[in-house]
Nanobody, 117 residues
Framework: QVQLVESGGGLVQPGGSLRLSCAASGSIFRINAMGWYRQAPGKKRELVAVINTGGGSNYADSVKGRFTISRDNAKNTVYLQMNSLKPEDTAVYYC???????????WGQGTQVTVSS
């Protein structure tokens, strides 16, 4: 199993930046991919960005060119650098890990990101 702990959310003005962190612990050697999802009030949870063990990454169209996902294997941590933030980026951001042969989902507790002037 895997435990995920997120940090780095907060309130930022439009055009500003934030960096989210997700620290993984447990049976991390069986993680296939890690990513970030977000859920705004009244909306479904959606994929923001994902990075696999080979370092390949994918992004939602709405964040391409603004967000960057990266990882530090030595710290077992995945980051989401968010630049040029917009009010529509406001949501609870969740860290996700795809684990094991069945690609089981593990989730962090979520961190609130609010973009407002």
């Amino acid at each position: 199993q895997v435990q995920l702990v997120e940090s780095g959310g907060g309130l930022v003005q439009p055009g500003g930046s934030l960096r989210l962190s997700c620290a993984a612990s447990g049976s991390i050697f069986r993680i296939n991919a890690m990513g970030w999802y977000r859920q705004a009030p009244g909306k479904k949870r959606e994929l923001v960005a994902v990075i696999n063990t080979g370092g390949g990454s994918n992004y939602a169209d709405s964040v391409k060119g603004r967000f960057t996902i990266s990882r530090d294997n030595a710290k077992n941590t995945v980051y989401l650098q968010m630049n040029s933030l917009k009010p529509e980026d406001t949501a609870v951001y969740y860290c996700n890990a795809k684990w094991g042969a069945l690609w089981r989902d593990y989730w962090g507790q979520g961190t609130q990101v609010t973009v407002s002037s």
